[in-house]
């Protein structure tokens, strides 16, 4: 029920009784409320017309007056007094009501908070699980690199399972996963490139190089950074080995007996000792010009190509190397017969150039071999420790 509802319901029998007075009022005091008062007796007077037998108005004005005056006021303190009572009844409505929803407020914060309590104790619970499960994994590195795990671990267990370790190489502030071939040719391989199935994008700027990305069970590329601390390493010397499979499965390999990167703040400029095998010296090329050796690292962000402003190979003018083999980083000069990062991609688009895995100086029929997988990895060959 509406408030005009509850309103009207309380005030109905007083309207209806000033109804009813205002009715004796137009039927016979009329001209009373619109004239003068005085204290003279009104005479009974007959109209013409009027009905024989019905009186006329027998009470003295005055008292007509004050009789309707006091219904007036009467009407008027029971209208106040219901309109108070409404009132006092309405805020008693309005404080229940809001009594009613503090009380459900504070209900629920209580079990927001008992609700919160119960995370933070699983949360807890949770972090120690982890930490005791973690407490009991090893933190420590297993060796400065895969040659030297495999010399420490070859006296312990007959045979070395290649797969995931930590190394920490000499001079360096931590520790990092690498993938060891302990089953090739001797094994201590660390794995610093390695694609085989297309599924890692080697379209990546500088930092991707730098920092390594992919899948180290798979494809991936170890880090520039990465490789420069285990090679740099204090009395020793690497070889660089790359193992190469073409689409007919056919495969050789191309070997350098001394490699070694400069830092960052010179580009990680490759370095690379006497060459031996059946692919062919690519890094070197055929001619000075294509002598990839001591170049520095290039990417899509970095240009350190040699090709300043740009350089014609083939007699097409290129500005970027790495534009030119799809946005790959290699250690270009301009542009050189090798990049065995490059995408195996757009090809049709850009016309029969190749921006694909390149090693030019392994050919057959003077045509050079389509390549399906690589694997670039390095191993410890000298120490005097």
């Known amino acids: 029920m509406t408030w005009t509802t509850t309103i009207f319901l309380l005030l109905l029998p007083h309207l209806l009784s000033f109804a009813n007075t205002g009715n004796i009022l137009n039927s016979n005091q009329s001209e009373i409320l619109n004239g003068d008062f005085s204290d003279a007796p009104v005479k009974s007077q007959k109209h013409p017309g009027e009905v024989k037998g019905r ?29 108070l009572g409404f009132g006092r009844s309405t805020r008693k409505l309005i404080r229940d009501v809001m009594d009613e929803q503090q009380t459900a407020l504070d209900i629920l914060s209580s079990q927001v908070t008992e609700l919160m309590t119960k995370v933070q104790t699983l949360s807890s619970e949770v972090q120690r699980s982890n930490s005791e499960m973690y407490s009991i994994k090893p933190v420590q590195s297993h060796g400065r690199d895969c040659s030297d795990i495999k010399d420490s671990l070859l006296s312990v267990v007959p045979k070395i399972p290649s797969g995931i370790y930590i190394v920490h190489p000499e001079n360096t502030d931590s520790s990092f996963e690498v993938f060891c071939e302990m089953d090739y040719m001797g094994g201590g391989w660390t794995v610093m490139q390695r694609r085989a199935d297309g599924l890692t994008d080697f379209k990546r700027p500088w930092a991707d190089y730098v920092d390594g990305f992919g899948n180290l069970a798979g494809e991936h590329w170890l880090g520039l950074k990465k490789v420069f601390h285990i090679v740099n390493q204090k009395e020793t010397r690497f070889q660089l080995h790359i193992a190469l499979v073409s689409h007919d499965d056919i495969t050789t390999y191309a070997s350098y007996d001394d490699f070694r990167l400069d ?21 070197r090329g055929y001619e000075q010009e294509e002598n990839q050796d001591t170049a520095p690292f290039s990417a899509s962000d970095v240009d350190n190509d040699g090709c300043n ?16 083999n799809n946005q790959t980083g290699w250690w270009f000069n301009q542009c050189g017969l090798a990049n065995l990062n490059g995408s195996p991609e757009d090809v049709e688009k850009n016309q029969g150039q190749r921006t694909h895995i390149l090693w030019d100086t392994w050919r057959q029929g003077g045509v050079p071999h389509t390549i399906k997988s690589v694997t670039m990895k390095i191993r410890r060959i000298t120490t005097n420790n």
Request: overall charge negative; some cysteine; proline content about 3%.
């Open 55 to 83: 009186d006329t108005c027998s009470i003295p004005c005055d008292i007509t007056v004050k009789l309707l005056r006091d219904e007036k006021h009467s009407i008027c303190g029971q209208l106040q007094q219901s309109l």
């Open 263 to 283: 830092n960052e703040n010179q580009f990680f400029c490759i370095h690379l000792g006497r060459y031996a095998g059946s692919a062919g010296d690519a890094f």
């Open 309 to 324: 402003p740009s350089c014609s190979i083939n007699n097409r003018t290129v500005e970027s190397c790495s534009t030119q």
